[in-house]
């Protein structure tokens, strides 16, 4: 069904649209055990009263289940899929391998399909109030989640921050930025919505903008992990943390330009309403162009007709009666009948004249292979030739 009534096969095709986005949700629903128990319970009610994000556990999903996620991300449905729970319970207990990360050194590493590389990043209170920024890129387009986890008492780790990579440019990119200010992470648009109604997808594409929890770091050590989110084999990835000292000129910058950003989104829902006001009344106009168009039309082609019609001459009638797109009457029937056996008449008895044309033509088709013959014995001239004579 994804295949059938994808957008880019049905562009304009709102039904089909419909059915991609049922098609979808279904599986999201279905291929997760635990909410296709509530639904085989309750139905769509129990699914949408969890009020979460329809989201998949990759690593408990089996072979088949697997294939239909690639496939249905590769026609580019947003799956949504979250970090394995085996993950999340061995840094809880605190049996995860943590690896030191350096400062403003990078580190290329791959990790293997559902699984966690850990790192740990000692700050001090100096470097803590620049700011920290830590960012993973995949030259291989990976797909990969960036983790940032809290310290427990009992010396386990808890999930606080995700990012999902997304493509920019020729690689896949995440980052986590923690300078002292609201860093806002973009969530992009469902592109079936979009293809479905463009306009709503435009208005609402910086809905995608929310706030990140945590600004700031405070002095001491901090843990972050890159999982690997492909569906069937290893992620390539390169992690960097970066002390914000240097980058005084970027920070100010992105502070400003994420500013920018939530005022023009409140400014969009000011602009969509003055936006549909006008579109309607430009719809009215345009559905009015039309019809007074095709009533001008109707009255001229009617003011012709009319014209036309001031003469006593039946031929002139019948073309006139044409035009009005009505059907002869008998009369005019009959008349026509009589033109056309005099015309037959006509070509059938042919004049004297064209008799005698025809007469010399064939006397001259007749004479041509005489003249042809008399030619060919003037050539067959008979030598006599003595034999016996020398030459």
Same mark, same amino acid.
């Given at each position: 069904?994804?295949? @059938?009534?994808?957008?880019?096969?049905? #562009?304009?095709?709102?039904?089909?649209?419909?059915?991609?986005?049922?098609?979808?949700?279904?599986?999201?629903?279905?291929?997760?055990?635990?909410?296709?128990? %509530?639904?085989?319970?309750?139905?769509?009610?129990?699914?949408?009263?969890?009020?979460?994000?329809?989201?998949?556990?990759?690593?408990?999903?089996?072979?088949?289940?697997?294939?239909? /996620?690639?496939?249905?991300?590769?026609? *580019?449905?947003? !799956?949504?899929?979250?970090?394995?729970?085996?993950?999340?319970?061995? /840094?809880? $207990?605190?049996?995860?391998?943590?690896?030191?990360? %350096?400062?403003?050194?990078?580190?290329?590493?791959?990790?293997?399909?559902?699984? /966690?590389?850990?790192?740990?990043?000692?700050?001090?209170?100096?470097?803590?109030?620049? *700011?920290?920024?830590?960012?993973?890129?995949?030259?291989?387009?990976?797909?990969?989640?960036?983790?940032?986890?809290?310290?427990?008492?009992?010396? *386990?780790?808890?999930?606080?921050?995700?990012?999902?990579?997304?493509?920019? *440019?020729?690689?896949?990119?995440?980052?986590?930025?923690?300078?002292?200010?609201?860093?806002?992470?973009?969530?992009?648009?469902?592109?079936?919505?979009?293809?479905?109604?463009?306009?709503?997808?435009? =208005?609402?594409?910086?809905?995608?903008?929310?706030?990140?929890?945590?600004?700031?770091?405070?002095?001491?050590?901090?843990? =972050? #992990?890159?999982?690997?989110? $492909?569906?069937?084999?290893?992620?390539?990835?390169?992690?960097?943390?970066?002390?914000?000292?240097?980058?005084?000129?970027?920070?100010?910058?992105?502070?400003?330009?994420? #500013?920018? !950003? !939530?005022? @023009?989104?409140?400014?969009?829902?000011?602009?969509?309403?003055?936006?549909?006001?006008?579109?309607?009344?430009?719809?009215?106009?345009?559905?009015?162009? #039309?019809?007074?168009?095709?009533?001008?039309?109707?009255?001229?082609?009617?003011?012709?007709?009319?014209?036309?019609?001031?003469?006593?001459?039946?031929?002139?009638?019948?073309?006139?009666?044409?035009?009005?797109?009505?059907?002869?009457?008998?009369?005019?029937?009959?008349?026509?009948?009589?033109?056309?056996?005099?015309? @037959?008449?006509?070509?059938? %008895?042919?004049?004297?004249?064209?008799?005698?044309?025809?007469?010399?033509?064939?006397?001259?088709?007749?004479?041509?292979?005489?003249?042809?013959?008399?030619?060919?014995?003037?050539?067959? !001239?008979?030598?006599?030739?003595?034999?016996?004579?020398?030459?």
């Amino acid at each position: 069904m994804a295949l @059938k009534y994808h957008p880019d096969k049905n #562009a304009d095709d709102p039904v089909a649209s419909e059915k991609f986005q049922e098609a979808t949700f279904s599986y999201n629903i279905l291929s997760d055990p635990d909410k296709r128990r %509530q639904y085989d319970s309750s139905g769509f009610e129990a699914i949408e009263a969890d009020g979460q994000e329809l989201e998949l556990d990759l690593s408990s999903l089996n072979t088949v289940n697997t294939v239909f /996620a690639a496939l249905f991300s590769k026609l *580019g449905v947003p !799956i949504k899929t979250t970090v394995s729970a085996t993950v999340l319970e061995e /840094a809880l $207990n605190g049996s995860v391998e943590i690896s030191q990360l %350096q400062l403003g050194k990078s580190v290329c590493r791959k990790v293997e399909k559902q699984t /966690a590389h850990f790192y740990s990043v000692d700050i001090t209170d100096k470097e803590a109030k620049m *700011g920290l920024v830590c960012r993973v890129h995949s030259t291989a387009k990976s797909k990969f989640k960036l983790l940032y986890f809290e310290p427990e008492d009992n010396g *386990g780790l808890s999930l606080a921050l995700q990012e999902d990579s997304a493509k920019t *440019g020729k690689v896949t990119s995440a980052g986590m930025f923690f300078l002292g200010f609201p860093v806002y992470r973009f969530e992009q648009n469902n592109s079936a919505a979009a293809a479905k109604d463009p306009d709503s997808a435009f =208005f609402k594409r910086l809905d995608g903008f929310q706030p990140c929890e945590v600004n700031e770091l405070k002095a001491g050590t901090h843990y =972050f #992990a890159v999982y690997g989110d $492909n569906f069937f084999k290893s992620a390539s990835y390169t992690i960097e943390v970066v002390c914000a000292e240097p980058f005084s000129a970027e920070k100010e910058r992105l502070r400003s330009v994420e #500013a920018k !950003i !939530i005022a @023009k989104r409140s400014e969009l829902s000011k602009f969509e309403s003055e936006y549909r006001e006008v579109l309607a009344k430009f719809t009215e106009m345009t559905s009015r162009y #039309a019809q007074e168009m095709q009533t001008i039309d109707e009255l001229l082609k009617e003011r012709n007709a009319i014209h036309a019609s001031y003469t006593n001459n039946p031929t002139l009638q019948r073309s006139s009666s044409s035009s009005k797109g009505k059907s002869p009457s008998k009369g005019s029937k009959g008349e026509d009948d009589q033109t056309v056996k005099k015309e @037959k008449k006509s070509k059938s %008895q042919p004049s004297e004249e064209s008799r005698s044309d025809e007469e010399a033509t064939k006397n001259k088709k007749e004479k041509k292979p005489k003249d042809r013959i008399r030619r060919k014995k003037w050539f067959n !001239i008979h030598l006599k030739v003595d034999k016996r004579r020398p030459c």
